[in-house]
Structure formats: C-alpha cells, structure tokens
C-alpha cells in the first residue's frame, strides 16, 4: 500500500478488524520509510450484473426495485420487515453467486417467488399476479393449483 505522506510503496500492517458490520477491514499502516500511520479500509468488490428486461432493454440490478416489489405484494398483510429484508438478501444473493454479467428479468422474478411463497402465500399470489400478468381467470386458477400442491 502506498504511503500517503511520502509515496513510499510499502508499508506494514499493524491491526486489523471487521468495520461496518462485517462488511468492510480497516486495517491501521505503518509506512516503512517514514514511519508515519495511516488507515485503509477493504471491502469486496460487487461488479454490477444487469438485469436483461422482456424488451430487451438492459439495467444495472437494484435490490430497491426487488424490495419496493415485495413491499408492495405484502402490504396489509402480517409479514414483518425482518422477513421482508431477508428475502430480498436471498434474492440479491441469488442474482450475485449466478455469477453471470447478465441475467434476465425473469430468473429474479421466480427468485422473488421463491422467496415469498416461504412468507406469505397471498403475497406469492399478488407478486406472482403483477410479474406474470396473467392473461385470464385459466391462468390464474393454474397458479394457485400449483401453490395448493
């Protein structure tokens, strides 16, 4: 690491410990040359993946687009925020670990699904009713026969 004093491009590491809930090292430096201290802090580096829409179109993934989403779909229904927070964390963990550039619309919708169909059958329901836009009644029976079975 190199100094910020005197440029010098290396320096010893002497403590190191979890910041910003584990999330981030901070580690305390010592420049070999000048001996002055200094902080720098690590974190993983998140690539963006973009999520690939019906049209085509392509966006950067927002993990507050898949919150508002399940808000929404869990709205006046006994889901605690807990729970709701936790399934987007499986969801954005799901779009993160596929290790893919580019994943479609799609694929985070059923992660989505997934996740809710473990918190709230209505909210699986009314999600599953905006994602999949169902056309008919038919199509709407077919989803709820699933979620039965």
């Known amino acids: 690491m190199k100094c910020p004093y005197c440029g010098f491009p290396e320096s010893k590491v002497i403590e190191s410990r979890a910041a910003d809930e584990g999330e981030r090292v901070r580690r305390r430096r010592e420049c070999i040359e000048c001996s002055r201290r200094f902080t720098t802090y690590e974190m993983v580096e998140n690539l963006p993946v973009m999520i690939v829409k019906k049209d085509g179109s392509r966006e950067i993934f927002s993990r507050d687009k898949i919150l508002n989403g399940i808000l929404k779909s ?3 229904r006994p889901v605690s925020i807990g729970k709701i927070e936790s ?4 969801v954005e963990l799901k779009v993160q670990n596929s290790l893919e550039k580019e994943i479609s619309s799609q694929i985070v919708g059923e992660y989505a699904m997934d996740a809710l169909k473990d918190i709230d059958e209505v909210a699986y329901i009314r999600f599953a009713s905006v994602y999949r836009q169902f056309k008919d009644v038919s199509t709407f029976m077919d989803e ?6």
């Open 87 to 90: 399934a987007v964390d499986e």
């Open 74 to 76: 869990c709205q006046k």
């Open 144 to 149: 709820l026969k699933k979620l039965l079975e």
